[in-house]
T-cell receptor, first 113, second 115 residues
Framework: GDSVTQMEGPVTLSEEAFLTINCTYT??????LFWYVQYPGEGLQLLLK?????DKGSNKGFEATYRKETTSFHLEKGSVQVSDSAVYFC????????????FGAGTRLAVHP | DGGITQSPKYLFRKEGQNVTLSCEQN?????MYWYRQDPGQGLRLIYY???????QKGDIAEGYSVSREKKESFPLTVTSAQKNPTAFYLC??????????????FGEGSRLTVL
């Protein structure tokens, strides 16, 4: 079945460091891909998305490119801030039949000053 | 402001008791969802509802029940049959059917602890 695999955390970085969180997926169709972020004590919120191959989603300095050839959707940010500390979830959605999001396990990011 | 409100934020329960978690939305969304979050396991779908008076089991529905009597409300009952109920519960909503593109709007969650 469809699935999402994320790199295990926690990822610990100093402020202004470069961030990469790896995400790969397995899907039979042509999924849309998402990154959701969960700040401490809160629910999830959509960070960015891409709906087809080679699309780049971006928001708040974060970017991810939908790579069909490598079935990947890695999250990147050039310079992280302490306020980026959160749990990041990669997810995929395939329409038709049972419409649902499939989430990865989440990757915790801790940014230190 | 439009959004999803979950209550209570924290809840403690003795073994053998049923508890009900509230979820209310004013986004005028037709579809609503309940997820369970455990450390290191991501989110797992418990129940979802595409429309009033209709709901479907998700991946881990055993020991849970829901109702959808009003568009804006989707309460979740954690019954005594749920073997390991301690978790963080998240309610979400979305546009339904063909308009659902995978974007979910989440509440802030309810943390249930069984003593």
């Amino acid at each position: 079945g469809d699935s999402v695999t994320q790199m295990e955390g926690p990822v610990t970085l100093s402020e202004e460091a470069f961030l990469t969180i790896n995400c790969t997926y397995t899907a039979t169709g042509y999924p849309s891909l998402f990154w959701y972020v969960q700040y401490p004590g809160e629910g999830l919120q959509l960070l960015l998305k891409a709906t087809k191959a080679d699309d780049k989603g971006s928001n708040k300095g974060f970017e991810a490119t939908y790579r069909k050839e490598t079935t990947s959707f890695h999250l990147e940010k050039g310079s992280v801030q302490v306020s980026d500390s959160a749990v990041y979830f990669c997810a995929l959605f395939t329409s038709g039949g049972y419409n649902k999001l499939i989430f990865g396990a989440g990757t915790r990011l801790a940014v230190h000053p | 402001d439009g959004g999803i409100t979950q209550s209570p934020k924290y809840l403690f329960r003795k073994e053998g008791q049923n508890v009900t978690l509230s979820c209310e939305q004013n986004l005028n969304h037709d579809a609503m969802y309940w997820y369970r979050q455990d450390p290191g396991q991501g989110l797992r779908l418990i129940y979802y509802s595409q429309i009033v008076n209709d709901f479907q089991k998700g991946d881990i529905a055993e020991g849970y029940s829901v109702s959808r009597e009003k568009k804006e409300s989707f309460p979740l009952t954690v019954t005594s049959a749920q073997k390991n109920p301690t978790a963080f519960y998240l309610c979400a909503s979305s546009l339904p059917g063909g308009r659902y593109t995978g974007e979910l709007f989440f509440g802030e969650g309810s943390r249930l602890t069984v003593l």
